[in-house]
């Protein structure tokens, strides 16, 4: 039922939203952030049972499954700056992104982690998406009940949060058909 309530909620703030989909103005809402997201309640232990818990930053506990079905643990991006893609399958906005997405994605592999997290939709056109809009070479999560855009508290499609290797959130917005991407990557990585 929770999840249900969290669905209809992020489905309610997209409708409001669809309309500035493939527009601009959502630039105003770029900038950096000063504190690390609230917890959610999708929130674990690094797997194996390590014991350096501590070492994963609070932006990191979380756990998910890709559009495939593999199981995916955050804290395996530990140590690493990250960017995490929240799209939905569809919008033109997010269409437009992901080459660029894909393309940072290969230009910092090793350096940095760049992950999709799907919502606002079905799994199987979160799978289309991925295909048609080639970003399969980064995992991409199917977040249908929208735990992990509560955590990071995102209300519509096409924002990046991207996060240095502290986990501390550096930036939160969107980005024109990706445009920027490396350059808010580049400082972060060394």
């Keep these: ?16 939203t669809v309309a500035g989909c493939g527009t601009q103005d959502n630039a105003s809402s770029q900038g950096t952030a000063d504190t690390a997201p609230p917890a959610a309640s999708s929130s674990s232990a690094p797997a194996g049972g390590q014991s350096g818990i501590s070492a994963v930053p609070q932006a990191l506990r979380f756990t998910g499954t890709t559009v495939d079905g593999q199981p995916f643990d955050a804290a395996t ?21 992901g080459p660029e997405t894909a393309r940072v994605a290969a230009q910092f592999q090793g350096k940095a982690n760049v992950i999709g997290v799907a919502g606002l939709d079905k799994p199987q056109a979160m799978k289309d998406f991925v295909s048609d809009t080639r ?3 980064f995992p991409n999560l199917s977040d249908e009940a929208g735990e992990i855009w509560k955590k990071f508290e995102i209300t519509q499609q096409s924002f990046y949060v991207i996060l240095d290797k502290d986990g501390k959130t ?6 024109p058909a990706g445009r920027g991407l490396a350059d808010k990557l580049t400082p972060l990585v060394g």
């Design 135 to 137: 970003v399969g070479a």
């Design 170 to 175: 550096v930036f939160t917005g969107s980005l």
């Design 77 to 97: 991006l530990a140590g690493k700056p990250a960017v995490l893609w929240f799209w939905a399958p569809w919008c033109p906005t997010c269409k437009a992104q």
């Design 1 to 16: 039922m929770r999840a249900r309530l969290i669905l209809t909620g992020l489905l309610a703030a997209a409708a409001l």
